[in-house]
């Protein structure tokens, strides 16, 4: 069962997964240009323009070397769900594989990974520009209290789950429920589960935890060192609020917090530090219920072992032997 082989009518897909910082990026470069394969980004943050950086995005001349997808697809002031990435990631997948191609998936984001397993409800559900905006307005005049109060009367069980500051979710029930005329649950409960039509096997990578925390701290200090300042003061002088999505992951929203004097720099690198390695560990926590997957200590072996034993698994076909299951 080799690369690009189906099983009834799923495609089988190779995936590098493993905690932010543990050297997906490297084996994912090193193994495609060893397979023929173009890499598909899954990665809820490098999706955005403008966000490099911190997000810690491969550099354009090795994009020319081997292809990436997903990489620079929205704006920082757009909303990118996990069904766009759904949409988008099936799309990359065909077009790869009718050119004989062969689709790689590497990242940490675990949504994604289960919208394409088939975990995400299906059609999208319908988004107005225009709607988005009066809320956001109103948000701004009355506060997210009035918005969470209107969700209150119209879907109480919404209202329930989100925060009263969660602005981003309370938009977004109000959107779907002055669209529709009807609370989010009862639209969700309507909705076939949708998945490309893929069969995953996950390469994962790990390391001790100290020596990962290590790795972190050497990386966020490199970023600070590299322009990480300059690129999110640059952001918000375009106009981008500090309130997007985009602009609230860490790093962007202590640096956001330095920039308007609430905190001193060094605060704002070991803030950055500190959410880093709080993600890493909910990664791990998620990637450990990820199955098929053949994980690697990078502790204990070089990445080019790594990166050698996948390319034997991907081109002979052997991976579900490797993992102990029944082929």
């Known amino acids: 069962m080799t690369a690009g082989d189906k ?5 089988i897909i190779y995936a590098i997964v493993g905690p932010t910082a543990s ?30 950086v911190g997000t810690d995005k491969i550099s354009a001349a090795d994009r020319r070397i081997v292809p990436h997808h997903l990489i620079d697809v929205a704006d920082p002031d757009e909303i990118f769900s ?10 990359a997948i065909s077009r790869i594989s009718s050119r004989g191609r062969i689709p790689l998936l590497v990242g940490g984001t675990p949504l994604y990974y289960r919208a394409l397993e088939g975990n995400l409800l299906s059609e999208s559900l319908p988004k107005d520009e225009t709607v988005r905006k009066k809320l956001e307005l109103e948000a701004s005049a009355a506060g997210t209290s009035a918005l969470h109060g209107r969700l209150l009367n119209v879907d109480p069980q919404s209202a329930a789950r989100i925060h009263p500051n ?26 076939r589960k949708m998945g490309a039509s893929v069969e995953l ?26 322009g990480y300042v300059e690129e999110v003061e640059w952001l918000l002088g375009l106009g981008y609020s500090r309130a997007l999505p985009a602009l609230q992951g860490f790093g962007y929203r202590e640096i956001a917090d330095y920039l308007d004097g609430k905190i001193t720099f060094e605060e704002a690198i070991q803030g950055d530090i500190r959410s ?3 993600f890493s560990r909910r990664q791990d926590t998620w990637f450990k219920h990820f199955s098929p997957i053949l994980w690697y200590d990078i ?18 076909g052997n991976f579900l032997k490797r993992v102990g299951t029944n082929a």
């Open 276 to 278: 880093t390695k709080a």
């Open 7 to 11: 099983r009834g009518e799923r495609r």
């Open 201 to 226: 096997f996950y390469f994962g990578m790990s390391m001790p935890r100290p020596l990962l925390y290590e790795k972190i701290e050497r990386r966020v200090n490199q970023q600070f060192r590299s």
């Open 299 to 316: 502790f204990k072996c070089t990445i080019e072992k790594v990166v050698g034993d996948m390319e034997e698994v991907i081109l002979g």
């Open 23 to 52: 050297g997906k990026t490297n084996a994912g470069f090193e193994l495609a240009r060893r397979v023929g394969a173009e890499i598909i980004s899954v990665d809820s943050r490098q999706v955005y323009r403008y966000l490099d």
């Open 82 to 91: 996990a069904a766009d990435f759904l949409e988008r990631a099936s799309n």
């Open 166 to 191: 969660d602005r981003v979710r309370l938009v977004r029930a109000l959107e779907l429920y002055e669209l529709t005329g009807r609370p989010a649950p009862e639209l969700y409960a309507e909705k």
